[in-house]
């Protein structure tokens, strides 16, 4: 037989009882179901009599009557089925050590001795377990669930649990018994709650559990209490918060800390701080160290730090001066509220200077949290300090986010303490390599730093500007700065000045071709009227330098030459001072200003001069001079041909010279800069000399045929003045004839009298003068009455057809004009405009031919 302790029956001097597995005092009958007692060693047979259907008040006399031998049987398939309960029983004896609670074995125990032999424990995964198992491996091995509970419960407590464990330890909130409430215990400590917070279910069961705690554990009353603030986010009620207060005593550093964190209790946060310390020195000074407790005391630090920092409490300035410790200061930049007062900047800029510049990063990410213009002025003075004794030494893109913080905003102040984080970038760029800036010259506080610079920054653009490395970008960035201070806070002519800096002698050729380019890609930017101003300034007040000026601004040379068209009136003067500094193809140009809109009296004053620069730069620009050359010329040949003689003396003297200049340009070679010119246009040229030499010939000639003229001229008026004579000996002749004429129509008229009298006396004639009132015997058509010419005779149409009818029908035409108001004069005018009226509306013409030619009535 089994010996009796195997089979769970005995617990300290209590027997289980074989019908409802409470313990009860051995010998007496269960006071819970009635049963009768039952000796220990036979527990195991009465479990399996009632598991055959044994009536639990007949059990004590069936056992009596029982077999020895099956009742040894019995008992021993009990206890077999009951090793399994063992085996779950010793897996939650080795978790209950890092378990809050206790009694989670016996309750295991409880639960198997009451399913048992109804129900078969289950077998584990590994036959045998090691003495080292892990947690998460006996979690992983163990097919009872309230093993695996507990031992997710348990590697919860321990504060690093897998995904999987911390998903089990919240399904424990929903079990009943210990692993509930030691599910809101584990939960809400404070190495997992910070890190995975329960969702609101969970809080309220969380909650829940914790009150079940507090009332039946008073000795974990501290825990319970953190479980139920945390879970319901509330101030602790009366009783939970005097078992805090009185957790903030305790000798456990955890729940001592617990209950710091959730009073926010600086001197308990302070302890956890100090706890570290010690612990790190201790480790320091023996060599060795318990890696889980230091690495426990390390959280507890750091949680206590970020705590303290987001309490904004003061007690952790102090301890992070005495420390100067880089992960207690991050801490406090990260957490501590704004704005931060005068200690606090005071404490971390104090830190700040024994630590490598890493922590600059992290300082000045927490800077601009809060605007520099609202700060305080103390606060900005100990930055002040601080820029001066420190900030030059940084790197000098770190300065310059600094500096662009205390630059940001319409109202950053210019006091002290910005002119030394100036002077503090002034420094730190002064020693940046190339590389360094190159990469900062796409900053925009780089911009910031020399819209407010003076003289010191004026003198690193001109440094800067001979930097290879960095030339290019720099000098994009001067021209293209009027475009972008435009659309934020504009800086009167600061940005002139900075271009002007980077132009400075010496060693100007070398920024000549960048910032040409520079000036061709931000040619059409806004506000570049102040940098255009700029160059023309120093193209007044340097001539020396006007070459180099139009050659490196040349996108810019319209917005000069009208700066200069509005500064000189004189056109000479101009033309003087350009094709000397001016792109040397631009001559054509220059010509083309001084003679193409001059007036004709003017051309003999300017032409001497574009001469003369032809004569100078013949020989190394051919082509673009022969150009210039034939735009000066074909206005002189065309004034001369108008017949402006005061240009005679030009033309003369131009083919006297041309010849010359032709030689000079077939000889000389066109550089590759002309390749935009196809020809020398010498052949338009000897167009002109021939168009003045022909206009000089025919001056010649017309003053020959002037004098010819006048000789032709006297000649005729001798011949006038004989025909003068003889017109008046007609005329007199005329004279005698007329009067000869009016006598013999006198007596004409006498003669016609006479006639007129004799007919008078003859009476009235007989026939009356009859008007033509036929009709074409066809439909007629509105065409046909349309007045054509208002208050004529032959108005329309159909009158002029009935006219020309009667006309046809051989009718005297006197009598036919007589009879419809016509004289021959009328008819001959409005017979005309009918012709001219029917070429133009041809359908009038095709109408009068269909009326004429139809029967008439």
Same mark, same amino acid.
């Given at each position: 037989m089994a010996p009796f302790w195997d089979n769970g029956a005995v617990r300290g001097a209590r027997v289980r009882c074989p019908g409802c597995t409470h313990f009860n005092p051995p010998g007496a009958r269960c006071p819970s179901c009635a049963c009768g007692p039952v000796a220990p060693e036979h527990y195991g047979a009465a479990r399996m009599l009632l598991h055959a259907g044994v009536d639990r008040f007949a059990l004590t006399g069936r056992l009596e009557a029982l077999e020895p031998g099956l009742a040894r049987q019995l008992e021993a398939q009990y206890v077999g089925q009951w090793a399994g309960v063992l085996r779950i029983v010793e897996d939650a004896r080795r978790c209950e050590p890092f378990l809050t609670l206790g009694g989670f074995v016996e309750e295991a125990e409880d639960r198997w001795a009451d399913v048992v032999p109804w129900s078969q424990p289950p077998v584990s995964r590994v036959a045998a377990a090691d003495a080292d198992d892990s947690l998460e491996a006996l979690y992983q091995r163990s097919e009872d669930p309230g093993v695996r509970q507990l031992a997710a419960l348990a590697a919860v407590n321990r504060g690093r649990p897998s995904r999987e464990l911390y998903s089990a330890a919240q399904g424990a909130l929903y079990a009943d018994g210990l692993a509930g409430l030691e599910a809101a215990l584990a939960l809400t400590r404070w190495r997992v709650w910070f890190?995975? *917070? $329960?969702?609101?279910? @969970?809080?309220?069961?969380?909650?829940?559990?914790?009150?079940?705690?507090? !009332?039946?554990?008073?000795?974990?009353?501290?825990?319970?209490?953190?479980?139920?603030?945390?879970?319901?986010?509330?101030?602790?009620?009366?009783?939970?918060? /005097?078992?805090?207060?009185?957790?903030?005593?305790?000798?456990?550093?955890?729940?001592?800390?617990?209950?710091?964190?959730?009073?926010?209790?600086?001197?308990?946060?302070?302890?956890?701080?100090?706890?570290?310390?010690?612990?790190?020195?201790?480790?320091?000074?023996?060599?060795?160290?318990?890696?889980?407790?230091?690495?426990?005391?390390?959280?507890?630090?750091? =949680?206590?730090?970020?705590? =303290?920092?987001?309490?904004?409490?003061?007690?952790?300035?102090?301890?992070?001066? +005495?420390?100067?410790?880089?992960?207690?200061?991050?801490?406090?930049?990260r957490r501590w509220p704004a704005p931060a007062s005068w200690e606090a900047v005071d404490a971390l800029l104090t830190v700040s200077a024994g630590f490598d510049d890493g922590l600059i990063e992290p300082l000045s990410q927490w800077a601009r949290q809060t605007p520099y213009a609202s700060l305080p002025p103390e606060v900005r003075e100990r930055w002040r300090q601080w820029a001066d004794a420190r900030l030059g030494t940084l790197p000098a893109?770190?300065?310059?986010?600094?500096?662009?913080?205390?630059?940001?905003?319409?109202?950053? *102040?210019?006091?002290?303490?910005?002119?030394?984080?100036?002077?503090?970038?002034?420094? !730190?760029?002064?020693?940046?390599?190339?590389?360094?800036?190159?990469?900062?010259?796409?900053?925009?506080?780089?911009?910031?730093?020399?819209?407010?610079?003076?003289?010191?920054? =004026?003198?690193?653009?001109?440094?800067?500007?001979?930097?290879?490395?960095? !030339?290019?970008? /720099?000098?994009?960035?001067?021209?293209?700065?009027?475009?972008?201070?435009?659309?934020?806070?504009?800086?009167?002519?600061?940005?002139?000045?900075?271009?002007?800096?980077?132009?400075?002698?010496? #060693?100007?050729?070398?920024?000549?071709?960048?910032?040409?380019?520079?000036?061709?890609?931000?040619?059409?930017?806004?506000?570049?009227?102040?940098?255009?101003?700029?160059?023309?300034?120093?193209?007044?007040?340097?001539?020396?330098?006007?070459?180099?000026?139009?050659? $490196?601004? +040349?996108?810019?040379? @319209?917005?000069?030459?009208?700066?200069? %068209?509005?500064?000189?009136?004189?056109?000479?003067?101009?033309?003087?001072?350009?094709?000397?500094?001016?792109s040397q193809k631009r001559l054509p140009d220059l010509v083309s200003f001084l003679v193409e809109n001059a007036p004709v009296e003017a051309l003999p004053a300017r032409l001497p001069f574009v001469w003369a620069a032809a004569e100078a730069r013949v020989d190394t620009w051919p082509r673009s001079t022969s150009h210039a050359v034939f735009l000066a010329a074909a206005p002189l040949a065309g004034a001369l041909r108008s017949g402006h003689d005061a240009l005679v003396p030009d033309a003369e003297r131009f083919l006297a010279w041309f010849p010359g200049f032709e030689a000079r340009v077939?000889? #000389?070679?066109?550089?590759?800069?002309?390749?935009?010119?196809?020809?020398?246009?010498?052949?338009?040229?000897?167009?002109?000399?021939?168009?003045?030499?022909?206009?000089?010939?025919?001056?010649?000639?017309?003053?020959?045929?002037?004098? @010819?003229?006048?000789?032709?001229?006297?000649?005729?008026?001798?011949?006038?003045?004989?025909?003068?004579?003889?017109?008046? %000996?007609?005329? =007199?002749?005329?004279?005698a004839a007329a009067h000869e004429a009016a006598r013999a129509r006198a007596e004409q008229e006498a003669h016609q009298a006479r006639l007129a009298d004799a007919l008078a006396r003859l009476g009235p004639r007989p026939a009356q003068l009859r008007r033509f009132d036929a009709s074409p015997q066809v439909e007629l058509l509105p065409i046909d009455v349309e007045v054509i010419f208002p208050g004529a005779t032959m108005a329309s149409v159909l009158d002029y057809s009935r006219i020309l009818k009667a006309l046809s029908m051989g009718d005297d035409a006197l009598e036919v004009f007589a009879a419809n108001g016509l004289s021959v004069t009328s008819w001959g005018t409005e017979g005309r405009a009918w012709g001219e009226a029917m070429v133009r509306r041809p359908e009038l013409g095709l109408r009068f031919s269909q009326l004429f030619h139809a029967p008439w009535s």
């Open positions: 890190v995975a *917070p $329960a969702g609101r279910p @969970q809080r309220e069961l969380i909650a829940r559990h914790a009150r079940d705690v507090f !009332a039946s554990h008073p000795e974990h009353a501290a825990r319970a209490a953190v479980a139920w603030v945390r879970a319901t986010g509330k101030a602790p009620e009366v009783d939970l918060l /005097l078992a805090l207060r009185e957790g903030l005593r305790a000798e456990d550093q955890d729940i001592a800390f617990e209950c710091a964190l959730v009073l926010g209790d600086e001197r308990g946060l302070l302890a956890a701080l100090s706890s570290d310390a010690e612990a790190r020195a201790a480790q320091g000074s023996d060599g060795e160290g318990n890696a889980a407790q230091d690495s426990d005391a390390e959280d507890r630090a750091a =949680l206590a730090a970020r705590t =303290l920092a987001s309490m904004g409490a003061p007690a952790l300035l102090t301890v992070l001066r +005495e420390t100067r410790s880089a992960v207690l200061a991050r801490e406090v930049m893109a770190r300065v310059l986010r600094l500096l662009e913080w205390v630059r940001e905003g319409d109202e950053a *102040p210019d006091d002290a303490s910005a002119t030394a984080f100036q002077r503090a970038a002034g420094q !730190a760029l002064s020693r940046a390599s190339s590389s360094e800036r190159a990469e900062l010259l796409h900053s925009r506080a780089l911009v910031d730093f020399l819209v407010h610079g003076d003289v010191e920054e =004026l003198a690193l653009v001109h440094t800067w500007a001979r930097d290879a490395a960095c !030339a290019a970008p /720099l000098l994009e960035l001067l021209v293209s700065l009027p475009g972008r201070l435009r659309r934020e806070r504009p800086v009167p002519g600061r940005c002139a000045r900075l271009l002007m800096a980077a132009w400075e002698r010496p #060693a100007r050729s070398t920024i000549l071709a960048p910032l040409n380019k520079a000036v061709r890609s931000w040619s059409g930017i806004s506000g570049r009227e102040e940098l255009i101003d700029a160059v023309w300034l120093r193209f007044q007040r340097h001539p020396v330098e006007r070459a180099e000026l139009l050659a $490196a601004f +040349e996108p810019w040379r @319209q917005e000069l030459w009208e700066r200069q %068209l509005a500064a000189q009136p004189d056109a000479i003067a101009i033309f003087e001072t350009w094709w000397r500094v001016d077939l000889a #000389a070679p066109s550089p590759e800069a002309e390749s935009s010119y196809q020809r020398d246009l010498l052949e338009d040229l000897h167009v002109e000399v021939r168009l003045m030499r022909e206009a000089l010939e025919r001056r010649a000639e017309e003053a020959e045929a002037l004098r @010819q003229a006048e000789l032709r001229r006297r000649v005729e008026e001798s011949r006038r003045r004989d025909q003068e004579r003889q017109l008046e %000996l007609a005329r =007199l002749e005329v004279e």
